[in-house]
């Protein structure tokens, strides 16, 4: 038994050996153009809402940040104003020490002016209410300040945990855009941009704000798209309109999400009849924007390894558009 148990480990362990390549690893076959594609597409969607949501987080520390820097230094002015209050009560209050044989009847033989000592214990007293009774308003108003300057601090330190805690999906962010990137060169599909790009001139049919700002979305195309750009040599999507309205006088808020919301009241039917040029164009899941252009064209930041620039809005734009709003 023993010598043909060990005649069957031996043919097992000759047949493990010689299925085993020689370098001891198996190599994985490389994705065909199809494969590589499809997952670009997966990696572009995920990116998207991930680009979104750190450019939220991003906003909401800026915000924090400066509401505290500016309760603080009303904090640190109140407290100077408070201390000054309290160094002239201190020579209030040195003055009554000094004056304080005016109390006592050793002090009102020798003064020998029973009025005159009256009326300056009264100016002495006078003051020294005067000032106690500053000091209390000033107190008031500092416990107050305080207050405020810990749901400052509050408010800073959640803003520092939220961006924290998304500084795992920035990671997250930034190796989605490098595989995005390898794929994109494999393809033969990376568009560097040029930051300096100096655009196109835009000659569609805008009038009044909407044609400054598309004039502006317009000098920009060339340019390369980047997660968080702002300019003025790269942009993201909700960048490039939040600048592009900017330059016309209208402030939008900074991400594709707010401005979506911003305009709860100003949305309007995605019609090619009803759109005008220069209203906010939305995808679905609020993962990309762009800007009508007229003429059934949209000028973007589409994505990664891609340039700013216009486009037909063809049937597979209109599929993916959720809505629009018009600034």
């Not at 009560?89 to 020998?112: C, K």
């Not at 107050?144 to 810990?150: D, S, W």
């Not at 998304?166 to 560097?192: N, S, V, Y």
């Not at 655009?199 to 004039?215: D, K």
């Amino acid at each position: 038994m023993p010598l043909k148990f060990g005649r069957i480990a031996a043919a097992v362990g000759l047949i493990t050996i010689t299925l085993l390549p020689l370098d001891g690893a198996v190599a994985e076959p490389q994705p065909t153009i199809a494969q590589a594609k499809a997952k670009l597409k997966k990696l572009n969607d995920q990116a998207d809402k991930l680009v979104d949501r750190y450019n939220l987080a991003n906003q909401r520390w800026k915000k924090a940040k400066k509401a505290y820097d500016r309760l603080n230094e009303d904090y640190a002015r109140q407290r100077k104003t408070v201390e000054a209050l309290r160094r002239d009560l201190v020579t209030v209050a040195i003055s009554s020490y000094q004056f304080g044989g005016l109390t006592t009847s050793e002090g009102l033989i020798t003064n020998g002016d029973p009025q005159s000592v009256l009326s300056s214990m009264a100016t002495v007293n006078q003051i020294a209410a005067g000032h106690t009774a500053s000091l209390r308003a000033f107190d008031a108003a500092n416990q107050t300040l305080k207050a405020k300057h810990g749901q400052a601090k509050q408010a800073l330190a959640e803003a520092d945990t939220a961006r924290d805690t998304l500084a795992a999906e920035k990671t997250a962010t930034e190796r989605t855009i490098a595989e995005q990137t390898k794929l994109l060169r494999r393809l033969g599909a990376f568009r560097a941009g040029d930051p300096n790009s100096p655009g196109i001139v835009y000659s569609g049919p805008a009038s009044g704000n909407a044609r400054t700002a598309l004039e502006f979305a317009f000098r920009q195309v060339g340019k390369p798209y980047q997660y968080g750009g702002e300019g003025p040599g790269s942009y993201d999507c909700s960048g490039l309109t939040q600048a592009s309205w900017r330059a016309a006088g209208v402030e939008l808020p900074r991400t594709t999400w707010e401005q979506w919301s911003w305009g709860a009241d100003r949305r309007i039917p995605l019609d090619l009849n009803q759109l005008q040029p220069g209203d906010l164009l939305f995808s679905k899941g609020l993962g990309h924007m762009g800007m009508y252009a007229g003429d059934g064209k949209m000028v973007h930041a589409p994505r990664t390894g891609d340039v700013i620039k216009v486009v037909d809005l063809d049937d597979y734009w209109w599929g993916r558009l959720l809505g629009a709003v018009r600034p």
